[in-house]
């Protein structure tokens, strides 16, 4: 059983950056592809990025490609997010989460393990 804890959510002006953790607890963290989701008001749970359990692979979607960029240290069961060029659009809860899938998945079914999120809220 693995437990995750989001942080560094908050407000942002629009072209401002964010960076996000998540400690992970309870499991060998270096075993798992872990990702980012987000859910926006009226809006399914989107993929935003995921890494490999080693960190060697990474995935992003379209959006946030250049943007964006996913981390993790196996040292520290962490997960990272770092957000730059933020914009009104990428307002939502971000979550993570971790699968037993070594490269991780692009789809919310694909993971075992979700934290309980992290608001973030950009403005113009």
């Known amino acids: 059983q693995v437990h995750l804890v989001e942080s560094g959510g908050g407000l942002v002006q629009a072209g401002g950056s964010l960076l996000l953790s998540c400690v992970a607890s309870?499991?060998?963290?270096?075993?798992?592809?872990m990702g980012w989701f987000r859910q926006a008001p009226g809006k399914e749970r989107e993929f935003v990025a995921a890494?490999?359990?080693?960190?060697?692979?990474?995935y992003y979607t379209d959006s946030v490609k250049g943007r964006f960029a996913i981390s993790r240290d196996n040292a520290k069961d962490t997960l990272y997010l770092q957000m730059n060029t933020l914009k009104p659009e990428d307002t939502a809860i971000y979550y993570c989460?971790?699968?037993?899938?070594?490269?991780?998945?692009?789809?919310?079914?694909?993971?075992?393990?979700w934290g309980q999120g992290t608001q973030v809220t950009v403005f113009s």
């Open positions: 309870g499991g060998s963290f270096d075993r798992y592809g």
């Open positions: 890494v490999s359990w080693s960190g060697s692979n990474r």
């Open positions: 989460a971790a699968t037993t899938r070594v490269d991780g998945g692009l789809r919310p079914p694909q993971y075992e393990y």
